[in-house]
Each structure stands twice: as C-alpha cells, then as structure tokens.
C-alpha cells in the first residue's frame, strides 16, 4: 500500500494549486482519503477527507469554500484543489487512508495508518 503526493510548488496569495495523490497496492474504492498539512512548529492538521463509497465531503473549517477534493478511482488519484490561498495555507501536505467514517474523525491523524511522503506548498503573500 503506498500513497504518492505530488504538485506542490510556490504560488501567489489569491492563486490556486492542484495536489495529486497517487494510489498503489489497494482499492481506492473502499477506503477514507484524507489531506493533511503541517506548518512548522504545528500540529499536523486534517484539511479534506472524502469517503471512498460514495465520495461524500467532509471538510476542516480553515479551508471551506476555498479547498475540495476529487478522486477517480479508475485511476487511483485523489486531488485537492486549492483556490484562494493564503500565506496561512503555506506547510507540507499529506495524503492519507484508512477505513475511516466520514465526519469529524476523519480530520484527525491519529485514524491513519498509511501516508505519502508529502508536498510543500508554499504561499506568497
């Protein structure tokens, strides 16, 4: 099982980003995708999850509206869209699965075994 992020980069305050998480060894289909993001000196924070049955939407209050998640499973990609960054926004970003309820614990780290190694995003101001 293994989780590959990639597209991070340096962008603008106002511009928008793309994340890819490549999925290998499992099926997308049944699991719980997370987004995570660490800024130093800070506590990894969930961002998105998205169920992997019916590809419900469960988001961290610091990026509604501005952040959402697809996947395609026929692909085993999962991507987060990122509009309207902020310097704020600016840390290292991580998939994550597991088999995990969709709602509040999805957001929490502590509910995944299995990461990506990570992309950092860094936001201009």
């Known amino acids: 099982v293994q989780l590959v992020e990639s597209g991070g980069g340096l962008v603008q305050a106002g511009g928008s980003l793309r994340l890819s998480c490549a999925a290998s060894?499992?099926?997308?289909?049944?699991?719980?995708i997370a987004w995570f993001r660490q800024a130093p000196g800070k506590e990894r924070e969930g961002v998105l999850c998205v169920s992997g049955s019916d590809g419900m939407l469960y988001s961290g209050d610091s990026v509604k509206g501005r952040f959402t998640i697809s996947r395609d499973n026929a692909k085993s990609m999962v991507y987060l869209q990122m509009n309207s960054l902020k310097p704020e926004d600016t840390a290292v970003y991580y998939c994550?699965?597991?088999?995990?309820?969709?709602?509040?614990?999805?957001?929490?780290?502590?509910?995944?075994?299995?990461w990506g190694q990570g992309t950092q995003v860094t936001v201009s101001s």
């Open positions: 994550a699965t597991d088999f995990v309820p969709l709602g509040r614990s999805c957001l929490s780290a502590l509910e995944y075994d299995t």
């Open positions: 060894g499992f099926t997308l289909d049944y699991y719980t």
